[in-house]
């Protein structure tokens, strides 16, 4: 997402990230990680509880194809970080693109940790939505 954020921008997006993590946590994850765009904590989840984003299972997240997808990762170089107290490693995220009405045009609630959307598809969501007639 980071690598496609101008475009988004150029598109007329905007990326907010939503995390739960209590806000001096985050703060010390933003420092190590400068992203260019912003991030809020929701340590009550209430967005995550009002998009319908649930928390997974152990027995899903050590599933052979889990594990599989990030030994991939690892291969490829990244390595996981030690869990900070109070993370929720079961709560599953989600993608949403809302248009400039505020409407939902595309909806992704992850499965599992590893399930994401193609960056290409958001993108291609976001092409729709300001294609779209203004009423």
Partial sequence: ??????????MGGEVLVVSFAQPAQL?????EQALPFPVVADPSRT????????????RTLLR?????RYLRLMLRGWMPKRKQEGADVLQLGGDFILDERR???YVHRSAEPTDRPAVEDLLAT?????EQPKD
């Fill in 27 to 31: 703060a010390l994850y933003l420092r």
């Fill in 1 to 10: 997402m980071q690598s496609r954020y101008d475009d988004i921008r150029r």
């Fill in 126 to 130: 976001i092409a729709r939505a300001v």
């Fill in 47 to 58: 967005a995550y509880q009002a998009f319908g984003l649930e928390r997974t299972t152990w």
């Fill in 103 to 105: 409407r939902l045009v």
């Fill in 64 to 68: 052979g194809g889990v594990v599989g």
